[in-house]
């Protein structure tokens, strides 16, 4: 069954480092998005890429993150200079359709800034 | 601020027992509702979907939809153990380019 893989699966920074975090989608879904959760928090949307652009971000997107889909399989977030309120999960998620598709998520990255 | 509402819980109940989730969503345009299963450390998993109003039946779980009254829910018959788990709701709102919004979910908890 198709899936959706991420890695790394944990990945521990210093503060101010850069952080690359990879997702591979399914690979005949069109749309893509990053969503973390804060440990006990709810599932929260970071960003939606379609056709090789965002479409649209969340305010917790600011200019510390960034997304790539640097070729035809991986999609990237990177995370310019981590901060300790950025230690979440992150979820790569993919859809086929954007309307009524299913979102389908990785297993995460964990990432914890120290 | 779109929301999705969710009794937080735990809901506790017995093994063989149906289990009753309830959420709220306030987007009167959205057209699709989906319900994921979450482990503790790990990523949501889609169990249902369910698109029109009435119920929708798979396994052992059940979604019902209400549009007019903007509340769905997910039953699962003959809860077991493994059923233990936090359940979330989730739903696309147009506004927003049709992104999920999820609830808080609900903590569940079978005992044998």
Not at chain 1, 8 to 23: A, D, F, K, N, Y
Not at chain 2, 20 to 43: A, E, M, V
Request: glycine share 6%; charged share 20%; net charge negative.
């Amino acid at each position: 069954e198709p899936e959706v893989t991420q890695t790394p699966s944990h990945q521990v920074t210093q503060m101010g480092q850069e952080v690359i975090l990879r997702c591979v989608p399914i690979s005949n879904h069109l749309y893509f998005y990053w969503y973390r959760q804060i440990l006990g928090q709810k599932v929260e949307f970071l960003v939606s890429f379609y056709n090789n652009e965002i479409s649209e971000k969340s305010e917790i997107f600011d200019d510390q993150f960034s997304v790539e889909r640097p070729d035809g399989s991986n999609f990237t977030l990177k995370i310019r200079s981590t901060k300790l309120e950025d230690s979440a999960m992150y979820f790569c998620a993919s859809k086929a359709r954007v309307l009524t598709g299913e979102l389908f998520f990785g297993e995460g990255s964990r990432l914890t800034v120290l | 601020q779109k929301e999705v509402e969710q009794n937080s819980g735990p809901l506790s109940v017995p093994e063989g027992a149906i289990a009753s989730l309830n959420c709220t969503y306030s987007d009167r345009g959205s057209q699709s509702f989906f319900w994921y299963r979450q482990y503790s450390g790990k990523s949501p998993e889609l169990i249902m979907s369910i698109y029109s109003n009435g119920d929708k039946e798979d396994g052992r779980f059940t979604a019902q939809l209400n549009k007019a009254s903007q509340y769905v829910s997910l039953l699962i018959r003959d809860s077991q153990p493994s059923d233990s788990a936090t359940y979330l709701c989730a739903v696309p709102y147009m506004e927003y380019g049709n992104k999920l919004v999820f609830g808080a979910g609900t903590i569940l908890r079978v005992k044998s």
